[in-house]
T-cell receptor, first 109, second 114 residues
């Protein structure tokens, strides 16, 4: 079983819809990242969080440490949000990221 | 800041050849990571450095892979000899610290071994 599981694997939405991507992990972590990878391949860090909730524009990330679960929400989705969203955790005192398989989001106009 | 700089962006070579990937981290970042991305396995860690010292190389596939960080502003990942199964996108990332600072990724090197 992967240490970081994401769902769904693929997601198609209509422009304007509210989107939720889920991430569950099975190890103790010091932080969780949400990353965005566009078709061109570059990876951008959207959020890093270890508790509670963070908001940036139309993106909201939440984490529940007790339940070992995080969600990424996109409000009023737009075609430019189409990308692969990757959940990654930093395990305990280690430095490296452990990645989920990613969620491929396609937002149709 | 210029961000993490990787070179080359693309590399196509024949199996058996030596391949060297390069990375310049963001100035002042103490941590440097090499990751590999494939369709089958997704993103996975190869090795990471703290203050130029390798901390965890458990992800390095085998002896054909080696990584060095001779100074704070430069790292290389070398594959010798290369094999078709090494074809992947290789990302370098750097961060100030770990645990409470984000990692910044380079644009990656797309490697194809024929």
């Amino acid at each position: 079983k992967n240490e970081v599981e994401q769902s769904p694997q693929n997601l198609t939405a209509q422009e304007g819809e509210f989107i939720t991507i889920n991430c569950s992990y099975s190890v103790g972590i010091s932080a969780l990242h949400w990353l965005q990878q566009h078709p061109g391949g570059g990876i951008v860090s959207l959020f890093m969080l270890s508790s509670g909730k963070k908001k940036h524009g139309r993106l909201i990330a939440t984490i529940n440490i007790q339940e070992k679960h995080s969600s990424l929400h996109i409000t009023a989705s737009h075609p430019r949000d189409s990308a692969v969203y990757i959940c990654a955790v930093i395990r305990g005192s280690q430095g490296n990221l452990i990645f989920g398989k990613g969620t491929k989001l396609s937002v149709k106009p | 800041d210029a961000g993490v700089i990787q070179s080359p962006r693309h590399e196509v070579t024949e199996m058996g050849q030596e391949v060297t990937l390069r990375c310049k981290p963001i100035s002042g970042h103490d941590y440097l990571f090499w990751y590999r991305q494939t369709m089958m396995r997704g993103l996975e860690l190869l090795i990471y450095f703290n203050n130029n010292v390798p901390i965890d190389d458990s992800g390095m596939p085998e002896d054909r892979f080696s990584a060095k960080m001779p100074n704070a502003s430069f790292s290389t990942l070398k594959i010798q000899p290369s094999e078709p199964r090494d074809s992947a996108v290789y990302f370098c990332a750097s961060s100030l610290t770990v645990g409470n600072q984000p990692q910044h990724f380079g644009d990656g090197t797309r490697l194809s071994i024929l």
